[in-house]
């Protein structure tokens, strides 16, 4: 199988720009993940779609946001960019809702914010 | 909600030397245990999971403990190599009428000095 992809891998905005962030779960896993890895505070949880529904969202303020198709693709997207905002931004997908099995992480897309 | 707290943040162990990675979380109600190996610009893998009615589980030179009265769990990697050097992240959730997201620790970047 295919494992998870995320697009783009880099990006550089602007404060004040919006991106959105795409990721492609493995075939079958209805589960998509977002986190947001910054170096020093590790994985951080922003939210979770199963067949695209919000299940769980973190503590993260309204300017992220995603969504999930019908295929399971999802997108993340953040507005107003901020400087603090720059990080790893991760993926995961998995067969269950939840984090109660396998999490498949994508490589990844790279932000930055100047 | 859960907190994880994972120590130490670094460590370096020489080549065959055992390495200790210890978690602790806030809610008893976790009962999923997964730790994650991310190698330096690659995705964070699944390496070894437990689960609560388990107190432990060894695969190969890695085991993880699990100490559910003092809401802590440990990762064990004995005979080490230098192909165990990156950063391990503990985390934990709980299976649920609804799934819980995972909560990671801040990570242990582990170094093995052959």
């Known amino acids: 199988k295919a494992g998870v992809t995320q697009t783009p891998r880099y990006l550089i905005k602007t404060r004040g720009q919006q991106v959105t962030l795409s990721c492609s779960p493995i075939s079958g896993h209805r589960s998509v993940s977002w986190y947001q890895q910054t170096p020093g505070q590790g994985l951080q949880f922003l939210f979770e779609y199963f067949s695209e529904t919000q299940r769980n969202k973190g503590n993260f303020p309204g300017r992220f946001s995603g969504r999930q198709f019908s295929n399971s693709r999802s997108e993340m997207n953040v507005s107003t960019l901020e400087l603090g905002d720059s990080a790893l931004y991760l993926c995961?997908?998995?067969?269950?809702?939840?984090?109660?099995?396998?999490?498949?992480f994508g490589p990844g897309t790279r932000l930055t914010v100047l | 909600g859960e907190n994880v707290e994972q120590h130490p943040s670094t460590l370096s162990v020489q080549e065959g030397d055992s390495a200790v990675i210890k978690c602790t979380y806030s809610?008893?109600?976790?009962?999923?245990f997964p730790w994650y190996k991310q190698e330096l610009g690659k995705r964070p893998q699944l390496i070894i999971d437990i689960r609560s009615n388990v107190g432990e589980k060894k695969d190969q030179r890695i085991a993880v403990t699990l100490n559910k009265t003092a809401k802590h769990f440990s990762l064990h990697i004995t005979e080490t190599q230098p192909e165990d050097s990156a950063v391990y992240f503990c985390a934990a959730s709980t299976r649920t009428a609804g799934n819980t997201p995972l909560v990671f620790g801040k990570g242990t970047r582990l170094s093995v000095i052959a």
């Open positions: 995961a997908s998995s067969f269950l809702s939840g984090g109660v099995n396998e999490q498949f």
């Open positions: 809610d008893s109600a976790s009962n999923y």
